[in-house]
C-alpha cells in the first residue's frame, strides 16, 4: 500500500514538474478554456442534482407555463430564471440536460472514432503492403465527402433498416455511431504516419528479433509513442463531434424532439424566433458556442504545448 502511494506521488510531481503543466500555468486562455470545460462537464453531469426543474417529469410541466420569457422580464416568472420553451419546459433545466446528451453523444463518438482509427492506423502502418493501400484508399474515398454529409447518410439508411417504433429508443446510439465513423479517418492517418517512423526504429527492431508477437509491439511499445497527437486531435474532434450532433438534431435527424439536446432547443427556439420567443434558441446556441470555443482552445493549446519545435 506504502509502495502504491509513493509510486502516484512520484508520478504526481513528475507531472506538476513537466513542461506540459509548466506551458499549462503559463497560457491564460488554457487555464480559463479548461475552466469553463470543466464546470460545463459537471453541470451536466449532475444535471438531475442542480438543474430546478426535471425536463423528463411530465407531471411537473404545465402548459400554461409555455414561453415565458427570462426572469427580469416584467411578465417573467422567478421559478425560470431563463424562460420557458413551448412545452413550458424551463430553459436552464433544458440546457443542462441538453448539455449532457450533448457531451455524451461528443465523447462517445470521439471514443468510437479513436478505437477505429487507431486500430486501423496501427494496422496500416505497421503491416504494410496490400493492407495499407486498401485501408488509406478507403480513408481518400471518405475524405472527398463531408462529415456531415456522411453522418446523414448513415443516420438514413439506419433509419430506413431499423423498425420506426424503435427509432426514438436507438437514435442516441445510431447518431454516436454515425458521427464516429465519420471521423475515424484523421486518427488513421496520423496514427499510421508515427507508426511508420517508430517501426522503424532500434527498439522495435529488437523487440522482433527477441520473438515478440507484433500484436504486443504495437500495443506495448508503439502505441503509448503515438498518442501524443491523438490526444490533440480528439480534443479539437470533440468540438466537432458536438457541432455536428447539433446540426443533425437541427435538421431534425438527430435525437428525438422529446430530448432535449442544444441542437433540439436551437431548433425548436428557431420556429419560436419571429414571434419574439427569443431566449428559446439564443441561450442553447450561446451554451453550444461557449462549450466549443472552449474546447477548441484547449485543444490549440494542447497542440501547441505538445510539438517540440514550438517548445
Known amino acids: 500500500m506504502a509502495d502504491t502511494q509513493t509510486i502516484e ?59 415565458l420569457p427570462p426572469a427580469w422580464y416584467y411578465d417573467g416568472d422567478p421559478k425560470f430564471l431563463l424562460g420557458t420553451d413551448d412545452q413550458g419546459r424551463d430553459i436552464l433545466s433544458t440546457i443542462l440536460f441538453g448539455a449532457r446528451i450533448s457531451l455524451l453523444v461528443g465523447f462517445s463518438s470521439v471514443i468510437f472514432s479513436m478505437v477505429v482509427g ?24 471518405q475524405l472527398s465527402f463531408p462529415a456531415i454529409l456522411i453522418a446523414l447518410l448513415i443516420d ?14 436507438i437514435s442516441i446510439y445510431v447518431l454516436i455511431f454515425a458521427i464516429g465513423i465519420s471521423g475515424w479517418v484523421q486518427y488513421a492517418r496520423t496514427v499510421r504516419g508515427s507508426t511508420l517512423v517508430e517501426k522503424s526504429k532500434e527498439y522495435v527492431q529488437a523487440a522482433r528479433v527477441i520473438g515478440i508477437r507484433p500484436f504486443t509491439i504495437l500495443r506495448r511499445h508503439i502505441l503509448p509513442n503515438v498518442m501524443g497527437p491523438v490526444m490533440v486531435i480528439a480534443t479539437i474532434h470533440l468540438a466537432i463531434a458536438i457541432i455536428t450532433e447539433a446540426t443533425l438534431s437541427f435538421l431534425g435527424v438527430g435525437v428525438p424532439p422529446t430530448t432535449p439536446s442544444l441542437g433540439t432547443l436551437i431548433r425548436i427556439g428557431n420556429e419560436y424566433l419571429f414571434s419574439g420567443d427569443w431566449w428559446i434558441t439564443i441561450f442553447p446556441g450561446i451554451t453550444l458556442v461557449v462549450l466549443v470555443l472552449a474546447v477548441n482552445l484547449l485543444g490549440d493549446w494542447m497542440r501547441d504545448a505538445l510539438n517540440p519545435k514550438l517548445r
Open 9 to 67: 506521488k512520484t508520478r504526481l510531481q513528475r507531472f506538476f514538474g513537466s513542461d506540459i503543466w509548466y506551458s499549462f500555468t503559463r497560457h491564460p486562455v488554457a487555464i480559463v478554456s479548461a475552466i469553463v470545460t470543466v464546470v460545463m462537464i459537471l453541470a451536466a453531469i449532475f444535471a438531475p442534482y442542480i438543474a430546478p426543474h426535471n425536463p423528463f417529469n411530465l407531471a411537473s410541466i404545465d402548459l400554461m407555463d409555455a414561453s
Open 118 to 141: 487507431i486500430a486501423l492506423g496501427l494496422i496500416s502502418g505497421y503491416v504494410g503492403g496490400r493492407t495499407d493501400a486498401i485501408i488509406m484508399r478507403i480513408a481518400d474515398v
Open 156 to 169: 438514413g439508411v439506419a433509419r430506413g433498416i431499423i423498425p420506426k417504433e424503435l427509432h426514438a429508443d
